[in-house]
């Protein structure tokens, strides 16, 4: 059973940058057909994917953020990490690590199929 | 960017009853990329229906996923009471790569 845990700082102050790392077990983050994903939910309100990166090094952003989010993965560790520039109070959010399962071995899959529990990041001074 | 549209926003129900959510897309989306999920307070999504059609492991057989093009409905045959919850389609394309979720339809207990 894989699992997923976020860690880092819960509060981060305006205009600096966000740092989370997600520690995967149970599996490993080299498996092939797997994108390591981080998706952002506001205070009550609904789901925005952040981006994903291959065990490759290959990533993969929304556009809206792409201009400050980096994600970086580390397969000795089987962990992977976001960045996330120029922070506001608008970046205050939970924010979850994921399993997205893509195409593989002629199959066609796009969904996420394991979670972290989340952790709730605050922009604030 | 593909936008998804769920309907109602809230769904007010008594357990027993049978709910039907709707998922609906401003463009065509691939079957195979459609997902649902649900998500109780405080926790995480957890994958429900993949590929339009297909539960994901240890989803009960009360939760059924159909619909194609711009379309799709989820439902859930006869609410059980851990069934109240938050519902989301997302839906993904890889060329050019969009990955996006819906709003989320509410079920609440009436």
Do not use: M
């Not at chain 1, 797997?34 to 929304?62: A, C, D, F, V």
């Not at chain 1, 976001?82 to 924010?95: E, F, G, Q």
């Amino acid at each position: 059973q894989v699992q997923l845990q976020e860690s880092g700082p819960g509060l981060v102050k305006p205009s600096q940058t966000l740092s989370l790392t997600c520690t995967v077990s149970g599996g490993s983050i080299s498996s092939g057909g797997y994108y390591w994903s981080w998706i952002r939910q506001h205070p009550g309100k609904g789901l925005e994917w952040i981006g994903y990166i291959y065990y490759s090094g290959s990533t993969y952003y929304n556009p809206s953020l792409k201009s400050r989010v980096t994600i970086s993965v580390d397969t000795s560790k089987n962990q992977f990490s976001l960045k996330l520039s120029s922070v506001t109070a608008a970046d205050t959010a939970v924010y979850y690590c994921a399993r997205f399962r893509g195409d593989s071995s002629g199959y066609y899959y796009g969904h996420f199929d394991y979670w972290g529990q989340g952790t709730l990041v605050t922009v604030s001074s | 960017e593909i936008v998804l549209t769920q309907s109602p926003g809230t769904l007010s129900l008594s357990p027993g009853e049978r709910a039907t959510l709707s998922c609906r897309a401003s463009q065509s989306v691939s079957s195979s990329y459609l997902a649902w999920y649900q998500q109780k307070p405080g926790q995480a999504p957890r994958l429900l229906i993949y590929g339009a059609s297909s539960r994901a492991t240890g989803i009960p057989d009360r939760f059924s996923g159909s619909g194609s093009g711009t379309d799709f409905t989820l439902t859930i045959s006869r609410l059980e009471p851990e069934d109240f919850a938050v519902y989301y389609c997302q839906q993904y394309g890889s060329s050019p790569l969009r990955l996006t979720f819906g709003g989320g339809t509410k079920v609440e207990i009436k």
